[in-house]
């Protein structure tokens, strides 16, 4: 025994992961791919998980295993101007969970729509330093686009898969939801992509994956008959083509059919002035929560209703018995400050504005700001772009994108 403990080696080699270090970027890279995976729920012990968040937990491991807390140092460092809106953003939305009036839930969904997504970040700032990293990450948002509008078009021409109410024939109104419950979700996930990857065409015109992503967003988004979907896609697309001086022509002609077709042929102003003038149905719904939603808030300025509490605290406000209570009020401001109060309202806009600061005489990154900014926010005037799964992890990911350039290696 003495022999064999003196032969001993006073110390073990350190592990060394470098396989794990150099291939754990994959498993983010086809991340985008899997975000509709968040509908697959199921329980892990007490604890309501989905498939979505299982994924993210092992990258999160994996990460830990690789580069320790070096590399969540390190990814945080490289936040650069987000650090501080972020962190207020993480705080505001924490204290928002302690006021909820299901303090459960709402912890649950601050993990899903707050915590996971920027953890997210922190792996991709380190991880996707490299040019060609970035490309797969963004070929594989590319992909997703390219799968859900296709889903989306096969739901819409045979009405296979289709959910009810909105499983009608066309004539009646069908809407394609591709893997999601309801058609607006179709649509929220891949408008911002869409837009993002139009103002990378308007910069290098002969970029035909951009293009033809941005096609099938608009697709998306007509199988959907999502019509907030489809202002910010165009909205955005004439404003990038009136900005950029070898497009300004085709936008300027855009601008003058659409602005003759309104003149001239009544049915489609009288259409286009039912929707702007929230005379629909739809529109008078949301006239309707945001009436009621501003009454709580009135009485709720700093707190809002709480993470995850709009439904339980608007209840008192509802007056309109014959329509439902949504899960959110469906226009940007009021989800924010409904959600996680005026501080957190403050936060997101001061995130905005980091983003939009960030790529500031960085072009082409300033036009893919934005362009993705600008969707989310025309979108988010009559829906809700942020608090949901896949979209929470689908923004930072486009901030990341759009705010990463050689010239600039910070975000």
């Avoid at 969970?97 to 970040?121: C, K, M, T, Y």
């Avoid at 009405?159 to 058609?183: H, K, Q, Y």
């Avoid at 709480?306 to 940007?332: M, R």
Wanted: aromatic fraction near 14%.
């Amino acid at each position: 025994m003495c022999l064999y403990a003196t032969h001993m080696p006073t110390s073990l080699p350190a592990y060394q992961p470098t396989w794990l270090r150099s291939h754990l970027w994959w498993a983010v890279a086809f991340l985008p791919l899997i975000l509709p995976a968040y509908e697959v729920r199921f329980g892990i012990g007490p604890l309501p998980t989905t498939a979505l968040e299982v994924v993210l937990g092992a990258i999160f491991i994996l990460f830990t295993i690789a580069h320790g807390k070096t590399g969540w140092i390190t990814g945080v460092q490289r936040l650069g101007a987000f650090r501080w809106p972020i962190l207020l953003w993480c705080v505001a939305s924490f204290f928002a969970v302690l006021w909820s009036p299901d303090i459960v839930q709402g912890f649950g969904l601050w993990r899903a729509f707050i915590l996971e997504p920027i953890l997210l970040l922190f792996v991709i700032t380190h991880e996707f330093q490299e040019p060609q990293r970035r490309g797969f990450l963004r070929l594989s948002m590319y992909a997703l686009v390219w799968v859900m509008a296709g889903w989306g078009l096969f739901e819409y021409l045979t009405g296979l898969g289709i959910p009810s109410p909105w499983n009608v024939s066309i004539g009646e109104g069908r809407r394609a939801t591709g893997p999601f419950p309801f058609p607006n979700a179709l649509a929220l996930l891949t408008a911002p992509i869409g837009a993002y990857a139009f103002a990378r065409f308007v910069k290098a015109p002969g970029n035909a994956l951009s293009l033809l992503t941005f096609g099938a967003a608009l697709l998306a988004a007509l199988v959907a008959r999502s019509d907030g979907a489809l202002v910010a896609l165009l909205a955005v697309a004439i404003g990038l083509l009136l900005l950029e001086k070898r497009f300004r022509l085709i936008g300027v002609g855009i601008v003058t059919i659409g602005v003759i077709a309104l003149a001239a042929v009544p049915s489609v102003r009288n259409e286009v002035w039912q929707e702007v003038s929230f005379q629909s149905w739809s529109g008078q719904v949301r006239v309707w929560m945001w009436e009621e939603t501003w009454q709580m808030l009135k009485d709720k300025p700093l707190t809002g209703a709480g993470f995850g509490g709009y439904q339980a605290v608007i209840a008192s406000y509802h007056q309109k018995d014959f329509i439902e209570i949504f899960e959110y009020p469906h226009t940007i401001i009021f989800n924010v400050w409904s959600e996680t109060g005026l501080l957190g309202l403050l936060a997101f806009g001061w995130i905005l504005w980091a983003w939009l600061g960030a790529t500031y005489r960085l072009p082409p990154t300033a036009y893919e700001a934005l362009a993705v900014v600008g969707a989310i926010v025309i979108h988010g005037l009559v829906d809700v772009p942020y608090f949901k799964n896949d979209l929470a992890v689908m923004f930072w990911i486009l901030v990341f994108l759009t705010t990463q350039t050689q010239k600039h290696p910070n975000l």
